[in-house]
């Protein structure tokens, strides 16, 4: 059977050293599917790096329109391509067509990559500082050397490494992507690189600036990110797969941003249930078993106070998971991986309220509700925070809002928490206590409302602190802010005017927002401050 | 002898843990003097870790005016007792009273600290966005966890882990910091400690936000890096030092700033060179004996093109260095590390121009010019990158421009990178050439003058790709760019406008600058736009 081709250095071709092949499956059915893929070898990764950092400089000196033209173009093709975008999608990764792939996800993905291009023209990711009496202009630049970007299987167009948000960022920032797709939608993956490489010919990008490999060794993988020729690298996937890669870059200085794993902690305060336990329970399971629960965002624990309220949210929510089908995974992996979770909590001392098996054909688990009580996870916190990624979720059954306080803050780093409470005031200072327990351990803190909505936003936090990823400071997700963790902070002292990048320059035609002499302002240096 | 006590939980206390105690020495003779002070064990360091823990919450949830007002009593504290400092640090480091140290360092110290007071009070640094169709409110915030910081030897107050830049940084992150000297100048170290304790005490501040050990083993010092309950590092120091910091940190997770190792290149290009072989050669010699070369950016590489000019240049320098009396050096430890860098640039084929050679009494070292030729340094690009700290410089004979912007390539990240160019504009295009190679291999670009000069601004960055720091994004100099290294980026979704911090709310009396609807604002929510 022939292989599929690699995207290197501007050119589609055939693996050097090819170690193998893969197919895609149908999840639903667990038949391959599509063309054969390559497992390449060193002498391709290689190749790929070799052309990426021959290209980089050129790249950070192509005129920012280009790049903006370029992020829209390929949005362009993205939107144009929708059918087969979809089709090919749909079949790797049984999400459904619509409205998921074809009305949420795809423009998701163009839409990311058009609000990079704004940014781009804008420079509202560079940051600009001026100091007229010290002689000092500083800004974030790129980084002169590529982006090492390895999806996730749980987004094929929005985080995918050739079209998602670590795609679009790193490229907003003029730095060359080598994009390793995941190996469960790689037909998709071609897809969005064939388009890729037509806009970068388009729009007269350096033709190296995205390449596209599919599976690789871990070995090489590890090999791969502890090169310090790299300047960064995204990952968004599993903690064991992330936390390698960050030893890895860590010991050469690479900047690595991993979204790793979060259970999203929701906390149902007493008001919230009396007022409206059974549609809440429907709310949570609706949150719980989207996309299969493969998000990562997805409610991973709900704390729910002792007590009728409660009880009852927890037999409606129970019936909601007893009478579901069982959800369709991503994939043979996901699915031992969950099963590996569900007996993680189980050890740890959760009972199973419904659900909690496996079923055919294909990757298929049944919606999974499991249940402890507090003091026993606080007995085995760690345990009891395993991630099980996937449509499961566990209650855990506090005594008491001090309870409830004495949880949040045993929760390791996660990307939310959330708090429901009552319409009526009667849970506002448990919510204000619980929130301020909470604040520090979440990057996104919620307020009646489930987790698995990100929106692509400015003020957007997709991230959040150890091990939900590897660094507090920097969301994956909305434009500006996800650009800059691609970037370098560049300062020119006493350089000549004429030697500034432009929107260092006196002249601001662009109306770039620039702190100067600690005011913002968008007109030129030497004008009127408004 | 008794042994100096801990500032350990809010009270000057004995280590619990003795293990063993050291005294400072007089640079200038190698005498021991003053106190003497704990190295302490494992009780000690894990008291002063629980102590903050246990306030981090506590001080994260201070109003900001306390804390502002904390860095502005400290800092009058640190102005009220020059002499006194001064006479300290002169006795500790033998750096010159006036002006470097009573002029020039003190102030730039409370001067620091003043600015971050400002950052606080403005909220400069928080970076407030909104996002109103969407409902998402974000910034920067405390990490709620400490902050471990580890001062260098060369800047007895600017940089000590006690007044710093770090310093005021973490605290203005309204983060608990665990301050550890620099153990070369300890007495200095604990008179600021005290005028900070006085200073927590008299604004109100928990007492165990700021704490103070001296000296502990190496491995303590690893554990406690890599102890998940820390919220980030700051270091400045040698490199073998800051990466054994960060490997520890690294693996938990823990953000790490290390600034480590600079050889700062400096490019004389052909035109100013014919110009003003002479003056540069002076200003040079007087760049790399600043402090007796013991600074981050000295100009440890100047580039000359072969020649006439070149050789003007080389032979006025060379007898700079040779006329010049041994400088003082910090240690012992300092002048060891040193001779091993000396050895090594030797060793890979460097001359010994002028200077080489350790002098007494105490620990002093002649000032020091090497040379080699381009294609030797092309051949041995890592040894003889090595930094040898203090005032040494090794000279790179390159053939002609292109080979200039060669080496350029050639360098690893560096904190700072000069061009010096001819007025008559004779050398701007060999500027822009060797410009855009050594741009993305440096933090700061300089043009005309020397790299010694770090001014505390906005625009500044002190800092550089990798191995000059740990990430190529963030500044350890500046306000108020510094203090998000020591930050965590908190969105708040769908809560409620009361339940939202200051600067985050609708109403916007302080006039903080916020990015609302993708325009910056200083207005209230709902009022006019400007």
């Known amino acids: 059977?022939?292989?599929?081709?690699?995207?290197?250095?501007?050119?589609?071709?055939?693996?050097?050293?090819?170690?193998?092949?893969?197919?895609?499956?149908?999840?639903?059915?667990?038949?391959?599917?599509?063309a054969a893929f390559p497992i390449c070898g060193e002498a391709d990764v290689r190749?790929?790096?070799?052309?990426?950092?021959?290209?980089?400089?050129?790249?950070?000196?192509?005129?920012?329109?280009?790049?903006?033209?370029?992020?829209?173009?390929?949005?362009?093709?993205?939107?144009?391509?929708?059918?087969t975008l979809v089709a090919l999608a749909h079949a790797e990764t049984a999400l459904p067509k619509e409205p998921r792939l074809a009305k949420v996800e795809l423009p998701r993905a163009s839409g990311q990559l058009r609000q990079a291009a704004q940014a781009v023209r804008q420079y509202s990711w560079t940051h600009p500082v001026i100091d007229t009496a010290a002689g000092l202009r500083s800004h974030y630049a790129p980084l002169g050397k590529p982006v090492l970007i390895l999806g996730p299987n749980n987004f094929p167009f929005a985080f995918n490494a050739i079209a998602g948000s670590d795609f679009a960022?790193?490229?907003?920032?003029?730095?060359?992507?080598?994009?390793?797709?995941?190996?469960?939608?790689?037909?998709?993956?071609?897809?969005?690189?064939?388009?890729?490489?037509?806009?970068?010919?388009?729009?007269?990008?350096?033709?190296?600036?995205?390449?596209?490999?599919?599976?690789?060794?871990?070995?090489?993988?590890?090999?791969?990110?502890?090169?310090?020729?790299?300047?960064?690298?995204g990952f968004t996937g599993s903690r064991a797969g992330g936390l390698a890669l960050k030893a890895a870059a860590d010991t050469v200085g690479v900047p690595v941003y991993v979204e790793l794993s979060s259970v999203n902690p929701v906390f149902l305060l007493p008001g919230v249930l009396a007022e409206r336990a059974a549609s809440l329970a429907q709310e949570f399971f609706a949150s719980c078993t989207m996309g299969s629960g493969q998000f990562c965002t997805s409610p991973g624990i709900v704390v729910v106070p002792a007590g009728a309220a409660g009880d009852a949210f927890v037999d409606a929510a129970s019936k909601h998971f007893a009478a579901a089908a069982p959800n369709v995974l991503f994939s043979g992996a996901v699915l031992e991986h969950l099963q590996r979770g569900v007996a993680t909590l189980r050890a740890a001392g959760a009972e199973c309220l419904a659900g909690g098996a496996s079923a055919g054909p294909g990757y298929r688990y049944q919606p999974t509700l499991l249940s402890v009580d507090a003091a026993q996870f606080l007995r085995e916190p760690r345990a009891l925070q395993t991630e099980a990624f996937g449509p499961v979720s566990l209650v855990l059954r506090a005594a008491d809002v001090s309870q409830m306080a004495e949880l949040a803050r045993a929760f390791e780093g996660n990307l939310t928490g959330t708090l429901y409470r009552a319409q009526d005031g009667s849970d506002d200072d448990a919510w204000r206590q619980i929130a301020h327990a909470l604040r520090p351990r979440v990057g996104r803190l919620i307020n009646n409302k489930m987790p698995t909505g990100v929106a692509v936003s400015p003020a957007m936090n997709h991230g959040g602190p150890y091990p939900s990823t590897g660094h507090p400071g920097f969301t994956a997700v909305g434009m500006p802010a996800a650009i800059r963790r691609f970037a370098?902070?560049?300062?020119?002292?006493?350089?000549?005017?004429?030697?500034?990048?432009?929107?260092?320059?006196?002249?601001?035609?662009?109306?770039?927002?620039?702190?100067?002499?600690?005011?913002?302002?968008?007109?030129?240096?030497?004008?009127?401050?408004?």
Chains 1, 2 share one sequence.
């Open 1 to 34: 059977m022939a292989v599929q081709p690699l995207l290197i250095d501007g050119a589609w071709r055939a693996a050097q050293e090819l170690r193998g092949s893969f197919r895609a499956e149908d999840p639903s059915s667990g038949e391959a599917i599509g």
């Open 47 to 83: 190749a790929a790096l070799a052309a990426a950092v021959a290209v980089a400089d050129a790249l950070a000196a192509v005129p920012v329109e280009r790049i903006a033209a370029f992020l829209d173009a390929y949005a362009d093709a993205i939107d144009a391509d929708v059918d």
């Open 169 to 233: 960022s790193a490229i907003a920032a003029r730095n060359p992507v080598i994009a390793k797709a995941h190996p469960s939608h790689p037909a998709t993956s071609e897809r969005l690189a064939q388009l890729a490489h037509t806009a970068l010919l388009q729009t007269g990008l350096p033709p190296a600036s995205v390449q596209m490999l599919y599976q690789f060794e871990h070995s090489l993988g590890a090999a791969l990110a502890g090169n310090p020729q790299l300047g960064a690298i």
């Open 488 to 530: 370098a902070l560049h300062c020119y002292d006493n350089v000549p005017e004429s030697q500034l990048p432009a929107d260092l320059r006196d002249h601001n035609p662009g109306a770039i927002a620039r702190l100067i002499d600690g005011v913002w302002r968008v007109n030129d240096l030497n004008g009127p401050t408004t």
